[in-house]
């Protein structure tokens, strides 16, 4: 009995001194962490469906809609009790779910329907081109490019895989080097694949390529014992505004200059020398260039040098013939930015015989002067001949003309 009632009186003491304990116990520090919330998994994207998966549909109570296994065709239509066919492509196992419960609405009361996936589809990708057993390879997710390369046997010898392709099934196509022996998995050109992804692998091919001015500027492909010469003549040859003195070949990865105007104006076969495969030849623009062209001793070009002015240009190519009318040169100035050609025509008599330097006009590099023979009038299509025979100017060129005389 004594010690019913000790514990009594102590419960009671306890339930009195709650609030004093309350009010003197320590609150939590102002900035105390809270503790810590597990962090919410990202949820992977629903499995969309599509041709040669393996569903199961199950009704609740109603056996006869159950369906225990059904391979979606590869138009996706399926066909279940009382329903028309339709598509389920792209759907996910609720998107049918829910369809059906919709349809079979109509027949039976609240359907309590539910989709199960059985099996999942074979994805692949696909190799074609260069590559040692071309077909497909069965995607998993963590596949990677050089793993799947190898499960193909990789590239053939003939096969280039500094220009390996991968078409994605949006379009999308990404070109890679995996020609490098450091390349390896793990690497920024290890790409993680997608199911659907097609790989390509391009031949080797041996080229060269010459750019600059000629006809056909580009990549062509190189053939044993090949020279310059043969170069230069799968490209159709040179354009008159071709600079032989200033052309530069790249042999075997070192730049050097290459004398084309000793080769194709005076012979020197010194200079036809052999090329190797990735061979580069660069033929640039004249720059520094006059051209004399019409009643002349020696019609073509001289080289300009700056401060020249009529006079030099027509005693740079020989000077004016007997026939010469020096009272009407005319002075071209082409603009090729503007596609256009600017006429002046001067009378270097004047200068010759009453010493007028007006006439003797300073000439910038690339000018033409035409000067027309004493025996026929001049006309434009001196000088449209002489402007289309040099490729300067174009068929549809304006000229726009200054002063010209007939």
């Known amino acids: 009995m004594r010690s019913l009632i000790a514990r009594g009186m102590l419960v009671a003491a306890l339930a009195l001194a709650a609030p004093a304990l309350a009010q003197n116990a320590v609150p939590p520090p102002q900035n105390a962490v809270p503790p810590a919330v597990p962090a919410t998994q990202k949820t992977p994207p629903p499995y969309l469906l599509a041709g040669d998966d393996v569903i199961s549909i199950n009704v609740v109570n109603f056996s006869n809609l159950c369906v225990p296994s059904l391979v979606i065709p590869p138009d996706g239509k399926i066909a279940v009790p009382l329903l028309e066919p339709f598509s389920i492509l792209g759907m996910s196992q609720d998107d049918v779910a829910r369809t059906l419960t919709d349809r079979w609405r109509k027949y039976v009361i609240n359907p309590a329907v539910s989709v199960s996936l059985v099996k999942k589809r074979q994805e692949n990708v696909l190799f074609f081109g260069f590559i040692t057993h071309p077909g497909t390879v069965e995607y998993r997710d963590g596949l990677h490019l050089i793993e799947a390369l190898a499960q193909v046997g990789g590239a053939e010898m003939t096969g280039d895989l500094s220009k390996l392709t991968i078409t994605h099934k949006t379009g999308e196509k990404q070109t890679l080097d995996l020609s490098h022996p450091e390349t390896r998995g793990g690497t920024e050109a290890d790409l993680?694949?997608?199911?659907?992804?097609?790989?390509?692998?391009?031949?080797?091919?041996?080229?060269?390529?010459?750019?600059?001015?000629?006809?056909?500027?580009?990549?062509?492909?190189?053939?044993?014992?090949?020279?310059?010469?043969?170069?230069?003549?799968?490209?159709?040859?040179?354009?008159?505004?071709?600079?032989?003195?200033?052309?530069?070949?790249?042999?075997?990865?070192?730049?050097?200059?290459?004398?084309?105007?000793?080769?194709?104006?005076?012979?020197?076969?010194?200079?036809?020398?052999?090329?190797?495969?990735?061979?580069?030849?660069?033929?640039?623009?004249?720059?520094?260039?006059?051209?004399?062209?019409?009643?002349?001793?020696?019609?073509?070009?001289?080289?300009?040098?700056?401060?020249?002015?009529?006079?030099?240009?027509?005693?740079?190519?020989?000077?004016?013939?007997?026939?010469?009318?020096?009272?009407?040169?005319?002075?071209?100035?082409?603009?090729?930015?503007?596609?256009?050609?600017?006429?002046?025509?001067?009378?270097?008599?004047?200068?010759?015989?009453?010493?007028?330097?007006?006439?003797?006009?300073?000439?910038?590099?690339?000018?033409?002067?035409?000067?027309?023979?004493?025996?026929?009038?001049?006309?434009?299509?001196?000088?449209?001949?002489?402007?289309?025979?040099?490729?300067?100017?174009?068929?549809?060129?304006?000229?726009?003309?200054?002063?010209?005389?007939?």
């Open 192 to 406: 993680a694949l997608a199911a659907g992804d097609v790989i390509y692998v391009p031949e080797k091919r041996d080229q060269f390529s010459v750019l600059g001015e000629v006809e056909k500027p580009g990549s062509y492909d190189y053939k044993e014992n090949m020279t310059v010469l043969d170069a230069l003549t799968a490209v159709g040859g040179i354009k008159e505004t071709a600079d032989l003195n200033a052309a530069t070949l790249i042999h075997e990865g070192k730049e050097s200059k290459i004398d084309l105007e000793g080769l194709l104006r005076h012979g020197e076969m010194s200079v036809n020398v052999k090329l190797a495969s990735g061979d580069r030849l660069m033929v640039p623009e004249i720059r520094n260039r006059t051209y004399v062209y019409g009643a002349v001793g020696r019609p073509g070009w001289y080289t300009f040098k700056p401060g020249d002015r009529v006079l030099d240009a027509l005693n740079g190519c020989g000077g004016p013939n007997s026939e010469a009318n020096l009272s009407k040169v005319n002075v071209i100035h082409i603009d090729k930015a503007k596609n256009t050609a600017t006429v002046v025509t001067v009378d270097i008599d004047k200068f010759l015989k009453k010493g007028d330097t007006k006439p003797n006009v300073a000439l910038e590099p690339g000018d033409v002067l035409f000067i027309p023979n004493k025996k026929h009038a001049f006309s434009f299509n001196d000088i449209l001949g002489v402007l289309s025979g040099m490729s300067l100017v174009g068929g549809a060129a304006r000229l726009l003309t200054k002063g010209i005389g007939q």
